[in-house]
């Protein structure tokens, strides 16, 4: 393998300092050996790889916490119309296209199984690194119980892809048991109704606190944390006084919600790319989808620059699969709509966005030591963040030293 060089370009190493121009970055194998002005580097006497950044800038890799990548736009009904294999085909080209956008690790908040994430390390199939939740634990008629009022249960299952639907403490504590040995890196769990789900209405919690307790008792026995879908104010309460610390949406927030996520010390993953998608697409939704698509966007914007402003820890995640893949980084135009400058922004897509998921040693920042997930932006970030949002303007892409993506020249 031997070591890569990557020089003309400014380095934006994550860590929030003023960018470097002239910047370099030197890489052994799959890590950072080193990184800082060109000048400062020890270059190896040999087995020196170039790349010419041409005047772009380097940044860490993307890490997105919320995503789907075995969903291509949700629809209930999918899944009476889908074969199960073309599920994973599907998943192929999302994996690929979010790599190419400059995301090298996502976490799934559900669907994603063990043999996804499998193949992306044994490098069968190109794509992000994953953690993942394999299947979102969720009350009888909750969020993700998809048996329609019809009596027609349209969730798809496999081996592999456990169930999840659980109701009162024992059912609970068998199906989050189920979960992970099934692999899951996460445990993933609706503790509010949603926007997609033909049942329920966002507002409404779901899940008793002893349920939740259960939940995250067990999860903790083996060290995993818990991620929790929630819209409305109660089920917020409610999974942040069981101590789950990663809030996805958050939308209705309001003060008592803040103040206890200050509190616990925990995060909000604002999702705003897929509900400003929703908004796009209104006209398209089903239309058990429409009026909750409409309450949630409108909401999720205004509490979260009250969020932002009180100095909640925030990061990176978008729903993709809900919407489009390989937009992933547009989220981060819509962090600093929220106030983020972009500097912050930036780093709610690589070192906090590393923390939440527990790899800030190894992910996150362009240090010595850590794997080489790299990304070139032909355009300035901090004067143009919109322009990350665009993978044409990325035109590099490494995860662990490797070159997935070079159109530096095109
Ligand atoms: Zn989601």
Redesign the pocket.
């Known amino acids: 393998m031997g070591y890569i060089l990557i020089h003309n370009g400014t380095l934006i190493d994550g860590k929030g300092k003023q960018p470097i121009p002239d910047g370099g970055l030197l890489i052994e194998e799959n890590v950072i050996l080193d990184s800082g002005s060109l000048k400062s580097l020890e270059m190896p006497q040999s087995d020196l790889k170039k790349i010419d950044a041409h005047g772009g800038f380097i940044l860490p890799g993307f890490i997105d916490c919320?995503v789907?990548i075995m969903f291509n736009g949700f629809r209930v009904e999918d899944p009476l119309l889908t074969p199960l294999s073309l599920y994973f085909y599907q998943a192929v080209e999302n994996l690929r296209l979010t790599l190419e956008a400059g995301v090298t690790t996502v976490r799934d908040?559900?669907m994603a199984d063990y043999g996804v994430k499998k193949a992306v390390e044994e490098d069968l199939i190109v794509g992000p690194r994953l953690q993942i939740s394999v299947m979102p634990l969720s009350i009888t008629g909750g969020h993700f119980d998809l048996m329609m009022k019809s009596g027609n249960d349209v969730k798809t299952r496999y081996p592999g892809l456990p169930d999840s639907v659980c109701d009162g403490p024992e059912e609970v504590l068998k199906r989050v048991r189920e979960v992970l040995r099934s692999g899951a890196d996460v445990v993933k769990v609706m503790v509010t109704g949603g926007v997609m789900s033909a049942n329920d209405s966002p507002e409404h919690p779901q899940f008793t606190r002893k349920e939740l307790e259960v939940i995250v008792e067990e999860a903790a026995y083996r060290n995993i944390s818990v991620m929790a879908?929630a819209h409305g104010k109660e089920g917020i309460k409610n999974a942040l006084n069981t101590n789950i610390k990663s809030i996805?949406h958050g939308t209705c927030l309001d003060q008592e919600c803040i103040d206890l996520i200050l509190k616990k010390d925990a995060w909000v993953i604002p999702t705003l790319l897929v509900h400003q998608h929703n908004q796009k697409e209104a006209g398209k939704l089903p239309e058990y989808v429409q009026e909750d698509a409409a309450k949630v966007g409108k909401a999720l914007n205004k509490n979260m620059k009250v969020a932002y402003r009180a100095g909640v820890k925030m990061a990176m995640g978008t729903?993709s699969g809900?919407g489009p893949h390989g937009q992933n980084l547009r989220e981060l135009s819509l962090l600093c709509g929220i106030g983020m400058n972009p500097m912050e922004a930036l780093q709610a897509g690589t070192i906090r966005a590393a923390e939440l998921l527990g790899w800030e040693d190894k992910i996150g920042t362009l240090e010595k030591g850590k794997l080489a997930d790299v990304v070139i932006s032909k355009k300035d970030p901090l004067a143009h963040i919109d322009s990350l949002g665009d993978p044409d303007n990325i035109t590099l892409v490494l995860k662990e030293g490797k070159v997935i993506k070079d159109i530096r020249t095109s």
């Open positions: 919320h789907h908040a559900g879908h996805e729903d809900v």
